[in-house]
T-cell receptor, first 113, second 115 residues
Framework: KAGVTQTPRYLIKTRGQQVTLSCSPI?????VSWYQQTPGQGLQFLFE???????NKGNFPGRFSGRQFSNSRSEMNVSTLELGDSALYLC????????????FGQGTRLTVV | AQSVTQPDIHITVSEGASLELRCNYS??????LFWYVQSPGQGLQLLLK??????LVQGIKGFEAEFKRSQSSFNLRKPSVHWSDAAEYFC?????????????FGTGTLLAVQP
């Protein structure tokens, strides 16, 4: 069974640009969550999707957004990039919305210059 | 506030020695409990989880963890460490109530293994 696939693996963007990251969950998993990992703040929850609806959102500015498609694939978008957005962005998928473990992808390393 | 504490930022052990990584949590009720491992530049791999039942849980790669309700702890152990265990380890909690898989992570413990 294929794991969680995140694309691209690496990205370099300039301040002010926008970026879109993609996540394909494990087949049959309907819940997708996103996390930001930085050396200073650690692993922080961004948002969570289930059945194409955002179910939960972390404490991030509105520049961070996401969506989920009918096939459970998810994208997250960051607009007006700032240097502080440089991070490893991790996607996790779960079978259902509660009471189950989350499986993580390899992440997308975003560098903002 | 909900939080997870991993008091040891960095630990060095010799290959073949035993290992215990500490994790304490602050939560309204007993949460779901997880340990993940991360190699440099990689994603998180689930080592083990506690949902209910036996408080001593077995995971992959020879790891185990014990849930102690009275101490709000979920410490990770391994009887004999291998060089390939060098990585960063994260303890995480998830809510039992509410429809969410949101995890709250500790700050991680970086494990180095000496030959």
């Amino acid at each position: 069974k294929a794991g969680v696939t995140q694309t691209p693996r690496y990205l370099i963007k300039t301040r002010g640009q926008q970026v879109t990251l993609s996540c394909s969950p494990i087949s049959g998993h309907r819940s997708v969550s996103w996390y930001q990992q930085t050396p200073g703040q650690g692993l922080q929850f961004l948002f969570e999707y289930f059945s194409e609806t955002q179910r939960n959102k972390g404490n991030f500015p509105g520049r961070f957004s996401g969506r989920q498609f009918s096939n459970s694939r998810s994208e997250m978008n960051v607009s007006t990039l700032e240097l502080g957005d440089s991070a490893l962005y991790l996607c996790a998928s779960s079978v259902r919305l509660q009471g189950t473990e989350a499986f993580f992808g390899q992440g997308t390393r975003l560098t903002v210059v | 506030a909900q939080s997870v504490t991993q008091p040891d930022i960095h630990i060095t052990v010799s290959e073949g020695a035993s290992l215990e990584l500490r994790c304490n949590y602050s939560y309204g009720a007993t949460p779901y409990l997880f340990w993940y491992v991360q190699s440099p530049g990689q994603g998180l791999q689930l080592l083990l989880k506690y949902f209910s039942g036996d408080t001593l849980v077995q995971g992959i790669k020879g790891f185990e963890a014990e849930f102690k309700r009275s101490q709000s702890s979920f410490n990770l152990r391994k009887p004999s460490v291998h060089w390939s265990d060098a990585a960063e380890y994260f303890c995480a909690v998830g809510a039992r109530d509410g429809a969410t898989n949101k995890l709250i992570f500790g700050t991680g413990t970086l494990l180095a293994v000496q030959p």
